[in-house]
């Protein structure tokens, strides 16, 4: 399973960033698709996750904030952050489960800052 993901940037503190992260090959494989973050000096922390049927959990930092949604038919995973806080200024990873086999897959990191 390789994982593509686009988005991130810069954004000024209460604006809104949307992440994107498409995945390719055996995706069968995999149900669980979601985002991880990691600040410097900072261990790697949920952000969200969903089923292929659309449930969802979050971090307790993001609740309310952020919105993990899925379309099934292009494989993509997407993370809408809005009320954004220079405390969420992280790389962001997509993640995915192999079911299967319980390996994990990451994508490459996207930066997101929130700066004023």
């Known amino acids: 399973v390789q994982l593509q993901a686009s988005g991130g940037g810069l954004a000024q503190p209460g604006g809104s960033l949307r992440l994107s992260c498409a995945a390719s090959?055996?995706?069968?494989?995999?149900?669980?698709m979601g985002w991880y973050r990691q600040a410097p000096g900072k261990r790697r922390e949920l952000v969200a996750r969903?089923?292929?049927?659309?449930?969802?959990k979050y971090g307790d930092l993001v609740k309310g904030r952020f919105t993990i949604s899925r379309d099934n038919a292009k494989n993509t995973v997407y993370l809408q952050m809005n009320s954004l806080k220079p405390e969420d200024t992280a790389v962001y990873y997509c993640y995915a489960p192999d079911k299967f086999t319980g390996m994990d897959y990451w994508g490459k990191g996207t930066q997101v800052t929130v700066s004023s």
């Open positions: 090959g055996s995706i069968l494989s995999i149900n669980v």
């Open positions: 969903i089923t292929s049927t659309g449930n969802t």
